[in-house]
């Protein structure tokens, strides 16, 4: 077959800025020389083209519906919030380990009460020293992770908080149409 030249029922309804389904509602009015099948898609020729045109009349550059535009700013603020839903994965991961290292703390913290509480027998003052310096290593080092837990936290709830105002942010700018002459509060 001679390659033929035409526009698909979703290019045709993008550039007359009309809804997809009008120009099928069209489309199936047409006699078959306006239009071909290629490979399962209908490609409506230039005499096809024309006469829906003049059917569509006035339909055609209607505003599209506000859900189907998509602008800048709220493909950002979608890029933004799937950066900040991963950001908050990760998060979580980072304090569900925490809370396990937390645990295992306490166990160690509670193993070392109750070795200092049993009076183990007089060890020679360096192993003592020695035992001392690891344990307060040991403590040194848990503390350091509970202040790391304790700022992941923070900055969890912070990337929430920011999360929450870009979820708004964008509900702002998805407004209706009729919701324009809405008081606001």
């Known amino acids: 077959m001679a390659e033929q030249t035409g526009k698909t029922l979703t290019q045709l ?12 509602y069209r489309y199936k009015k047409l006699p078959e020389d306006h239009y071909y099948k290629e490979n399962n898609t209908i490609y409506i020729k230039e005499n096809g083209v024309q006469r829906i045109i003049d059917e569509l009349g006035e339909d055609i550059n209607e505003e599209t519906p506000q859900h189907e535009v998509s602008s800048p700013i709220n493909d950002y603020l979608i890029e933004q919030l799937a950066k900040k839903d991963e950001q908050i994965e990760q998060l979580q991961k980072l304090i569900d380990q925490q809370q396990q290292l937390n645990a295992e703390d306490k166990k160690l913290i509670k193993e070392l009460h109750q070795y200092f509480a049993l009076e183990a027998p007089k060890e020679s003052n360096e192993e003592e020293d020695k035992r001392s310096a690891e344990l307060e290593a040991q403590v040194a080092k848990l503390e350091e992770q509970m202040k790391k837990a304790e700022a992941l936290s923070t900055e969890k709830e912070q990337l929430e908080k920011e999360l929450a105002d870009l979820k708004a942010d964008l509900e702002a700018k998805q407004k209706k149409w009729y919701q324009f002459w809405k008081k606001k509060n």
Do not use: M, P
């Not at 309804?13 to 099928?24: F, T």
């Open 13 to 24: 309804a993008n550039e007359l800025g009309v809804s997809r389904d009008k120009i099928i």
